[in-house]
Structure formats: C-alpha cells, structure tokens
C-alpha cells in the first residue's frame, strides 16, 4: 500500500513538472524567433502542419492527475519564422495528441514580409 501511495505522488508530480515546462518554455516565444530556435527552446513538434509557406506546430502536455485540463500550444511560422502563438486547453481524458486542434488556414496570423532593393547601381 505504501509503494502504491508513493507511486501514485510521482506520477502525479512528474505531470505537474511537464506541464509547467511547456507553459515555462512558451513564454519564451517571439514573433521573429527561427524554426531553429523553437526546436532547442521547445524540442520537435507532436504535430506539423504545412499549407504553402505557413506552417503550424503543436504541443501538448497530458495532465494525468485528472485535477488540470491537458495545455495546447501552437506555434505558427511563415518562411521557417514566427510569426504567432496561441495555447488552449482540453478536458477530454487520454494523452493529449489524440486531441490536436485542425487548423483553420484564415487563421494565420499576419506577416510582414521585407523586400530590399540594391540601389547601388
């Protein structure tokens, strides 16, 4: 009784821990941050999805307790850049990547693209 009380607290505490970690880690995110800087702040996506040069990547982390709802984050890129982010929850139970948003393309956010001209000549 006691290992199972004792193996109960830890993998409640280790869901505590991933979860403050991808809310910890998104704060760091900003418009004008690399797909290269996104994979060594957060590591590889558990969903990509791509239309033309948009491209979004998922996150989650599943909340085992049952006491939290699982945290979503997507991190939208143009060109291999940010340009956006967006979190949501969800309350469903089961591991988080069964419940992935599907992205709305209209949603993309808006991005500034810079055009530079040689005036040298």
């Not at 409640?12 to 996104?38: D, R």
């Not at 948009?54 to 996150?59: A, L, P």
């Not at 984050?73 to 089961?94: A, D, H, K």
Request: charge should be negative.
């Amino acid at each position: 009784m006691k290992y199972m009380v004792l193996a109960i607290l830890i993998i409640f505490l280790q869901s505590c821990t991933s979860q403050s970690a991808i809310i910890k880690n998104s704060a760091h995110i900003v418009p004008g941050m690399t797909g290269v800087e996104i994979l060594q702040l957060m590591g590889e996506p558990q969903n990509r999805q791509f239309k033309d040069k948009n491209e979004v990547w998922q996150y989650c982390s599943t909340d085992y307790s049952g006491f939290q709802a699982d945290h979503y984050i997507l991190v939208w890129l143009f060109e291999g850049v940010v340009t956006g982010m967006q979190s949501y929850r969800n309350t469903q139970f089961g591991p988080c990547e069964r419940f992935f948003r599907i992205i709305h393309w209209e949603d993309v956010p808006d991005a500034s693209i810079e055009i530079r001209q040689d005036e040298s000549n």
